[in-house]
């Protein structure tokens, strides 16, 4: 389950459907996380997330980033949420390493729209 509070349409919109994303493809059916999501201003990070236990999580990503930067430091998130479930090493480098191949993805599958294109033609603001 996911539940936001925060960030305008567009964020709100992006954040279900990646949850939704990483729910079909990264964690098993009984082993979807709950997750508190915060969109607004976030001092030093452009986002954290802390893992409360039973699958739960607290994640706060910051309000200003582009929908391009949005999309991916939530995929790196995803990633940390994964790894804490998977009960192995949480680890930066990692989650730097495999949140723009998330991050693609998810904009091929989800996004694109049989449009084409890719991520990385998104402007940056």
Known sequence: MLYI????????ELSQQLFNFC?????????????DLIIQKVDGALAWTDYEGDRKFFIE????LDK???IITLCHEMIHVC?????????????????????EQFY????????????????ED
């Open 5 to 12: 509070r925060g960030g305008n349409k567009e964020q709100i």
């Open 23 to 35: 729910s079909n493809g990264l964690f098993q059916a009984n082993n979807t996380p709950n997750i």
């Open 61 to 64: 990503i910051e309000e200003s």
């Open 68 to 70: 391009k930067k949005f």
């Open 83 to 103: 790894q804490f479930l998977a009960g192995v090493e949480v680890s930066e480098l990692s989650a730097y390493h495999y949140e723009s191949k998330l991050a």
């Open 108 to 123: 091929q599958e989800e996004l694109s729209s049989g449009i084409g294109g890719s991520l990385i033609d998104l402007n």
